[in-house]
Structure formats: C-alpha cells, structure tokens
C-alpha cells in the first residue's frame, strides 16, 4: 500500500509513528532487561545452598524505566543537542546581506505556510546544506550552512527555506527530531554496554564471572537467549539508525511539494538541489545520527543515489536526480498551463 502524501494523513502518520517509536523503544529496553532477568534465572536456579539465585526481576524493572526516562530526554533535549552538535549560531539580528536575505526568506515563507516563525541558525560549513529541528511548530529552528548562503540565489535559498518549513507543516520533525534523540541516547547506553561486556559481568555475590559459571544445569535455551541478548546490545545503534533512515526517505517528497507549493516556483528548488547534490564535500559539522533531518545526505553515502529494497532500507534521502526530475516536471506543467511554455526550437 502506498503511503498517504496528503499533509492531514501525514501528520496524523506522523503522530502514530511517534507513539510507536516510543514504545518499541521502551519496549526493547523491557526485553533487555527482562531478558537479562530470565538468563539470570536460568543460571542460577541450580545454584547450591548460600550462592546467589536471581528471582526478583529488578533488572527488567530499572531498564524499563530508564528506556522510559532516555525517551523523554531524548525527546525534550534533542533540538538542543542537534543545534550544539552541528556548531549552530543563532541569528538574531542580521548582520551580514546574507544573513539579511536568509531571514527575508524565513519571514516570507513562513507566511506562505501559514506557521508560526522558527528561529533561524547558521552553521559555519562550506557544503551546501539545511536542516530543521523542534519539538512542535512553536518551539522549530530552521538551520542552513553558510556554504548554502554562498551556492544558492535568493530563489533557491527561498526554495530550500520552503522545504524546511513543510518539513514543519507535515509535522515530520517532531518524530525525526525524536528519533535522533533516541538515536544519541542508543549510542550512548551501547557504548557503556561495551565497556561493561568487554570488563565481563558479575553474577550477584557470588564473585565469579557469568562466562566462568557452570553452564550445565541451564540448558540450551540459556545459551541461545545469552546470544539473542547480547546480540540485541550490540545491535541497538545500528537498529535505531536503520528507523531512522526508514522513516525519512518519502517525506523528501511530500516536502519538496509543499515548497513548489509555498513558493509557486518548482524549478527553483530543482536548482538548488541540483548545486546540493553537485558538491563533493561531506557536511563535516553534521553527525550521523541526525543525517536523517537535513535536505541532502550530508555524508555523501552512494546509497542515496539508488533505488530499490535496500536503497530504502539504508538510504537516509531519494535520489537526488530523481527529486530534481520531479521537480522540473512540476515547472514544465505550470508553464504549459499557463500558457508560457514554448518548446526548444521555436522561437519564443
């Protein structure tokens, strides 16, 4: 089934996502502990008199809490950490003509999408590029590097501007600024994780290792779940990313319609992409795990160059010639419209 692209169907997409990336996210903190519970169990129910066995589930209980409480961190610091990750500078009163213009735009396209103003940032990177972040329409920041400041004209600044702000109309932000936030709080706890696995773990009292105990009386299962879990912790970034990328892929259409839309000119964001997609360097100041928020893959991955099952499972963004295609599309239909085409060949 193909997904809505309507802007009510898609925030209220949006908005399901949201409360379903929150669970499986608390969910999977559940099963690592409540899995680590029962492989405790699992080794230790045959433990002779005096040694440690594990029967209250405290394990399953802290870790379903702190999924619950790295969720709402994640969430309410995510704009915050996004915007002191990429190096971002507010600006709050133009200086520069350049800056002047940026906010222009902002103001101009803010009231063609009918949205409150968003702050706006700066980010001091030569690569051509844009990002939006925030919790909900009242609290957004629209970001752009100072390399998309030189590259663009004012249209195609107005038209990059327009992407962001139906990024904001569509409500995709509030669940890609979420995901991460989750992302960052992942990589954080799989980080700690490794530095415990590699140090080993500690079975209760006993003062012996949980790799040196006696496997004989837990079975097979105990083996296969130990495997199961461990592989679940290391597995977490990658698994958090992977939802990340695949959330984000189609929305890059829907908000290059909504700019063609505010700014009633298509070819203009075509433009710019075009000039996006034809610088060579990475997007130094931005991290992989909010790459998902901007306008272009600031890593320059080929896979966002391709089609297909796994272009839509590792791809952070659609192929840039194929954005640009639709866009042009897009113009060539207004102009034969309204009666301003004329094909190549004849003169005008």
Request: hydrophobic share 45%.
């Amino acid at each position: 089934m193909s997904e809505a692209v309507d802007i009510f169907s898609q925030q209220a997409a949006n908005r399901r996502r949201s409360q379903w990336v929150v669970a499986a996210f608390v969910g999977f903190f559940a099963w690592l502990g409540f899995g680590g519970d029962y492989i405790a169990w699992l080794y230790t129910q045959g433990a002779p008199p005096g040694e440690y066995r594990h029967v209250f589930p405290f394990l399953g209980i802290l870790l379903t809490i702190v999924g619950m409480g790295m969720a709402a961190w994640g969430w309410k610091t995510a704009p915050r950490r996004i915007l002191a990750a990429a190096g971002a500078r507010e600006i709050v009163e133009p200086v520069t003509d350049e800056e002047r213009v940026l906010v222009n735009c902002v103001d101009e396209m803010t009231i063609a999408a009918g949205l409150p103003r968003p702050r706006v940032w700066i980010v001091a990177d030569e690569d051509p590029n844009a990002f939006a972040t925030g919790h909900d329409e009242r609290d957004a920041h629209v970001t752009v590097t100072s390399g998309l400041l030189t590259a663009c004209t004012r249209d195609e600044l107005q038209a990059v501007v327009a992407h962001e702000l139906g990024h904001l109309k569509n409500r995709d932000v509030q669940l890609m600024t979420l995901l991460a936030g989750l992302v960052g709080a992942v990589a954080i706890v799989a980080e700690v994780t490794g530095r415990m696995l590699r140090g080993g773990v500690r079975v209760g009292g006993s003062g012996r290792r949980a790799d040196d105990r006696d496997r004989g009386n837990a079975g097979p299962l105990a083996a296969v779940l130990v495997v199961v879990w461990l592989v679940s912790w290391l597995l977490a970034p990658l698994v958090t990313r992977l939802l990340a990328t695949s959330v984000s892929r189609n929305r890059e259409y829907l908000a290059d319609t909504m700019s063609a839309q505010f700014t009633r000119n298509p070819t203009a964001l075509a433009s710019a992409l075009e000039k996006i997609g034809d610088a060579h360097a990475p997007t130094r100041t931005v991290q992989q795990s909010f790459a998902h928020l901007c306008i272009a893959d600031p890593l320059g991955r080929a896979v966002n160059s391709r089609q297909g099952w796994l272009a839509d499972l590792f791809a952070t963004h659609p192929p840039m010639p194929l954005r640009v295609a639709r866009l042009r599309a897009m113009g060539y239909q207004a102009l034969k419209k309204s009666g301003s085409y004329v094909p190549p060949g004849i003169p005008a």
